[in-house]
């Protein structure tokens, strides 16, 4: 009698202990999930040392960059009318000035994208912004490169989508592919627009003619290099 009291007594005092291993891991497990879920919220909402967007309020949206139409313009013209090779250095300045004069913020369902950065650095153009996501701030960084062909056509390419410190390359790339299909189902779009051509060539690897007509003057761009804080163009004047 006793002896079945012990092995009672035995059992519950085991199924305790295991309870109370359980329970250990449960927590421990849980710890492991909350920190894991902190780090990667951490790394999302990172703000990279080089984002340095152009304060909102030094251009105005409703006018044109003058970098783009006293200083870019004329010489792309100026020199297209030399009938002769040449080359352009757009500066990284310059080009946020352009593109902080573009408008914003942008918004596109729930998301409000502003404060536009845009850096040259060797080899690749770094595009950057704050994407505004129901009240929370995210930095997203796209890297691009741009190429000439053997057919001389113009290639471009999204080496890196960020969000934060996180790479979200391979889901961002599906994800706007997607988008891009539902839309061109869905509406009629201009196929020969600049933004059109340029959403085909990040997305769907289609090169771009890069023949660009500026008044009354034509220029294909042949070669494109890309250095620190600049990006420089060597264009050739078309008849």
């Given at each position: 009698?006793?002896t079945?009291?012990?092995?009672?007594q035995?059992?519950?005092?085991?199924?305790?202990?295991?309870k109370?291993?359980?329970?250990?891991?449960?927590?421990?497990?849980?710890?492991?999930?909350?920190?894991?879920?902190?780090?990667?919220?951490?790394?999302?909402?990172?703000?990279?040392?080089?984002?340095?967007p152009?304060?909102?309020?030094?251009?105005?949206?409703?006018?044109?960059s003058?970098?783009?139409?006293?200083?870019?313009?004329p010489?792309?013209?100026?020199?297209?009318?030399?009938?002769?090779?040449?080359?352009?250095?757009?500066?990284?300045?310059?080009?946020n000035?352009?593109?902080?004069?573009?408008?914003?913020?942008?918004?596109?369902?729930?998301?409000?994208?502003?404060?536009?950065?845009?850096l040259?650095?060797p080899?690749s153009?770094?595009?950057?912004?704050t994407?505004?996501?129901?009240?929370?701030?995210?930095?997203?960084?796209i890297?691009?490169e741009?190429?000439?062909d053997?057919?001389?056509?113009?290639?471009l390419?999204?080496?890196?989508?960020?969000?934060?410190?996180?790479?979200?390359?391979p889901?961002?790339?599906m994800l706007?592919?997607?988008?891009?299909?539902?839309?061109?189902?869905?509406?009629?779009?201009?196929?020969?627009?600049?933004?059109?051509?340029?959403?085909?060539?990040?997305?769907?690897?289609?090169?771009?003619?890069?023949?660009?007509?500026?008044?009354?003057?034509?220029?294909?761009?042949?070669?494109i290099?890309?250095?620190e804080?600049k990006?420089?163009?060597?264009?050739?004047?078309?008849?």
């Open positions: 009698m006793e079945g009291k012990t092995e009672i035995s059992k519950a005092a085991d199924l305790k202990i295991r109370k291993a359980r329970f250990k891991k449960l927590t421990i497990w849980l710890l492991v999930d909350i920190a894991v879920a902190g780090i990667v919220f951490a790394l999302l909402l990172h703000k990279p040392g080089r984002y340095t152009v304060e909102s309020g030094s251009y105005n949206p409703e006018q044109v003058k970098y783009l139409t006293h200083e870019l313009s010489k792309i013209y100026n020199g297209a009318q030399l009938g002769k090779p040449f080359d352009v250095v757009v500066t990284q300045d310059g080009m000035e352009i593109v902080a004069g573009l408008g914003w913020p942008k918004a596109s369902e729930d998301v409000m994208l502003y404060a536009p950065a845009v040259f650095v080899g153009v770094v595009l950057m912004g994407a505004d996501i129901k009240g929370v701030e995210f930095i997203i960084t890297e691009l741009a190429m000439m053997e057919q001389r056509l113009l290639r390419q999204a080496t890196k989508v960020k969000i934060g410190a996180i790479n979200i390359t889901l961002a790339k706007a592919k997607k988008m891009y299909a539902e839309q061109i189902a869905a509406t009629e779009i201009d196929r020969e627009a600049l933004g059109t051509k340029i959403a085909g060539a990040l997305l769907n690897d289609e090169p771009i003619e890069p023949v660009f007509k500026l008044e009354d003057a034509k220029v294909r761009v042949e070669k290099a890309v250095q804080e990006l420089i163009l060597h264009l050739v004047p078309v008849s």
